[in-house]
């Protein structure tokens, strides 16, 4: 199954593209590699949360929600790199 890209990704690799960005990552790398990273952890938490509360009703528990969330975004989203 091929991985889909979430927006958070998206934004990133387009921002590449953007004339000057390479110089402003050089300088800023540190800065933008936190921003990115934190950005991805509170959009992976959202979409859990998102399958998870939408499952609910439909399984036994809440913990079986949550833990079907992390599968569906590990089998959606999550790529060897990260």
Known sequence: ME???TP????????ENVNGYS?????NYQHVDALYNEA??????????AFSTGTTYQIDSELDA???GIVYY?????????
């Open 74 to 82: 590990e089998e959606t989203f999550k790529t060897e790199e990260q």
């Open 8 to 15: 958070v990704e998206w934004f990133f690799r387009e921002l």
């Open 66 to 68: 949550i833990f079907n």
């Open 3 to 5: 991985k889909k890209l």
């Open 40 to 49: 991805k952890e509170l959009e992976k938490k959202q979409i859990i949360d």
């Open 23 to 27: 110089a402003f990552y050089t300088n």
